[in-house]
């Protein structure tokens, strides 16, 4: 009579009791370590397959993660069992097996050979577990070189014979005993053998180098799968020599798309000329696949500036049909950069809307090195019928920089165009143009009352940009700071503290801010105190109470601008002592800066500073032992638990807390 099999509740009974012994003996081990003790036999040993079955059931998330975690426990204790459980009837049983023995690395060595017999298991997914386990091993699995080769290309699973080819590439050096048998492989009569060959050298990469002649000739196979394959494993092992360069530009040439494209993204990899590849090249950007045009942009743009003469394919490129095609082709035109600068400023004139725009998105990308496309660009900005157009001409001369500064003007011009996302786009670049820009915030001011809160927006940040150049704007950025977008009232308070107004305007506008329904609007705000420094000591009480904000990021701004206030905050100290075990790390950090800034007037915090010293983050203890350090002479009786931050694990923590114990002993404070 056979025996009853368990069901799921003894089952779990069965592992509580399991990880009970586990415990038992880890503790026992634990005692032996300490000293010798009596030798008492241990329990029976954990049935590794009860954990495995366990594992592969349909238990609970819970469960099944308990199993995992006894076995991983286990560790090379299991392997036997779980070797054992690769030769069960049960699927689920050999594929949570082979997964197991993957997850537990190279303590499965000894699980190799059953590794090595599932390779051969009737289930695809077993395979590939098994595969997966070997690659973990890496050089160790060198023995299963043999069968790994027979599953990569003859396995009926793609997944298995991937899997298998990644198992090869792990091994390492070793594998190149392999590329015999492999180069052998190409000449097979079946064309997966063919193909799998070739695929599996690609994985091993550039050990494979000794097969760069049979892939080559492996490009004029019957098979197009095989071509295409060989094409992406010349890619993979190098392609110096043996002709490999011209075998490829032949295979730009073939009949079926596939191996087009292959050779397209391997000949983009090519390191050295690039005489006879740009012409080629160019002509697939004309391909009637649009992969292959695709992967010709793609190749061009790997070139580089060696492209440079393909920069009439890829504008024309711009006009695709397939959008990803012209997003490459962009993308090319970037990398060749300041040598496609003269035909993309061309290309703004090109009669196609899409043209136009990408052209100039491509310039706005190459940025300054782009400085010869002003002229079209300004052009371009005020003058282009689509909106799309000129915004773009406008973000390219900002993208430029200062050395657009011949567009200002213009782009002031643009400030009063018709349509908002033109107007928001010339803000923009004059802000990015940056002090240059000026003479435009005159009319920057006029474009904080603009209808669109986006333009009054990019108005605010190009004011911030341009900066302390900018000052008469302040009276309209105070006013902005009342806008009814928080958007426009956080980037007036930005440029506030960019620009460094007289805080008797400045101060009290911001101090208002600080109480805004928006936590954006009240970090920035607290922001521009801060940079006013001990200008805006008359926000003192103000700050205090943000540092009791609900938003941290606001608390940590309130300190850092207290700290700005230097000695002026002393009334602020106890305060600034209870942020120190804010739950925000960057809050504990901000508050014990703020006391550091301080400097001796912060000598009440000596305590607080002396318990942060134990804060788990390695950054409150650096600025912690800092500010003790800061306080100077009143901070003696941190002297011990300094000495104590001497041995802490982080360099940097020492140093600070060593240096700390020479400013206190010195008697003074460094500046």
């Known amino acids: 009579m056979t025996e009853a099999k368990p069901d799921m509740q003894t089952l779990l009974l069965r592992l509580e009791a399991r990880f009970a012994e586990l415990e038992r003996r880890y503790l026992e081990l634990e005692r032996r370590v300490e000293g010798p003790v009596a030798e008492e036999p241990l329990a029976e040993p954990v049935d590794v397959t009860e954990l495995v079955s366990l594992l592969a059931s ?14 991983m426990a286990l560790g090379t204790e299991a392997v036997a069992g779980l070797a054992v459980c690769l030769l069960d009837r049960r699927v689920e049983l050999r594929l949570a097996a082979a997964e197991v023995l993957a997850e537990l690395g190279s303590a499965a060595r000894p699980a190799l050979p059953g590794l090595v017999a599932a390779l051969k298991d009737g289930d695809a997914q077993v395979r590939r577990a098994a595969a997966g386990a070997l690659e973990v091993l890496g050089p ?85 799968r095989v071509r295409r394959s060989a094409a992406w494993a010349l890619a993979e092992i190098g392609l110096e020599g043996n002709g490999v360069v011209a075998a490829l530009l032949e295979a730009l040439r073939d009949a079926e798309w596939g191996v087009r494209k292959s050779a397209a993204w391997a000949l983009g990899r090519v390191r050295g000329e ?5 012409p080629a090249l ?43 095609v012209r997003r490459r082709a962009a993308e090319a035109l970037v990398n060749v950069g300041s040598d ?16 136009r725009q990408a052209a100039a998105q491509a310039l706005a990308e190459i940025g300054p090195a782009a400085k010869a496309a002003v002229p079209a660009l300004i052009e371009a900005a005020l003058t282009d019928p689509d909106v799309a ?28 165009d018709e349509l908002g996302d033109v107007r928001q786009a010339a803000a923009r670049a004059l802000g990015d143009i940056g002090p240059v820009a000026k003479g435009a915030v005159p009319a920057l001011i006029e474009a904080l009352k603009d209808s669109l809160w986006s333009v009054r927006r990019s108005a605010a940040w190009a004011l911030a940009e341009i900066g302390r150049e900018a000052k008469d704007a302040v009276p309209a950025l105070i006013e902005a700071l009342r806008d009814r977008e928080w958007g426009v009232r956080k980037s007036a308070a930005w440029a506030l503290g960019t620009i460094h107004p007289d805080p008797v305007q400045a101060v009290p506008a911001l101090i208002a801010a600080l109480q805004d329904p928006t936590s954006d609007v009240r970090y920035w705000a607290a922001q521009a105190l801060g940079q006013l420094g001990p200008a805006a000591k008359d926000a003192l009480a103000a700050l205090v109470a943000a540092l009791a904000d609900s938003d941290a990021h606001v608390r940590r701004r ?22 120190l075990t804010d739950p925000a790390t960057e809050v504990r950090v901000a508050a014990a800066q703020a006391l550091a800034d301080v400097g001796p007037e912060a000598r009440s915090a000596v305590s607080a500073l002396v318990s942060a010293l134990g804060d788990a983050a390695t950054d409150v203890r650096q600025v912690a032992a800092q500010a003790l350090g800061a306080i100077g002479a009143s901070a003696s009786s941190a002297i011990p638990a300094l000495d104590e931050a001497l041995g802490d694990e982080i360099a940097w923590v020492r140093q600070e807390a060593a240096q700390a114990i020479e400013r206190i002993r010195s008697g003074g404070v460094e500046g």
């Open 340 to 355: 496609a600068v003269a035909g993309l400023s061309g290309a703004l004139k090109n009669p196609a809307a899409e043209v």
């Open 274 to 278: 690039s005489k006879t590849l740009v």
């Open 140 to 224: 160790a699995a060198k023995s299963a070189m043999p069968a790994l080769i027979e599953l990569s290309i003859k396995d009926a699973d793609a997944g298995a014979r991937g899997r298998a080819a990644l198992a090869l590439a792990a091994i390492g050096p070793g594998v190149k005993s392999a590329v015999p048998a492999l180069i052998e492989a190409l000449h097979d009569a079946a064309a997966d053998v063919r193909q799998g060959a070739a695929q599996v050298l690609g994985e091993i990469g550039p050990t494979a180098e000794g097969a760069l002649p049979a892939l080559v000739d492996a490009l004029r196979d019957e098979h197009w």
């Open 58 to 71: 349909r238990a609970g998330d819970e469960q099944r993660d308990d199993a995992r975690a006894a076995l």
């Open 389 to 416: 157009s000129r915004s773009r001409a406008g973000m390219a001369l900002g993208a430029i920089g200062p050395s657009a500064r011949n567009a200002i003007l213009p782009l002031v011009e643009a400030l009063k």
């Open 282 to 324: 160019g002509e697939r950007l004309r391909d009637e696949v649009a992969d292959v045009r695709y992967w010709a942009a793609q190749a061009l743009g790997d070139l580089g500036t060696r492209a440079r003469d393909a920069v009439p394919w890829l504008i024309d490129a711009l006009r695709d049909a397939d959008h990803h």
């Open 558 to 579: 309130a300190a850092q601008a207290l700290g700005a206030l230097r000695s002026d905050a002393a009334s602020a100290v106890p305060k600034l002592v209870g942020l």
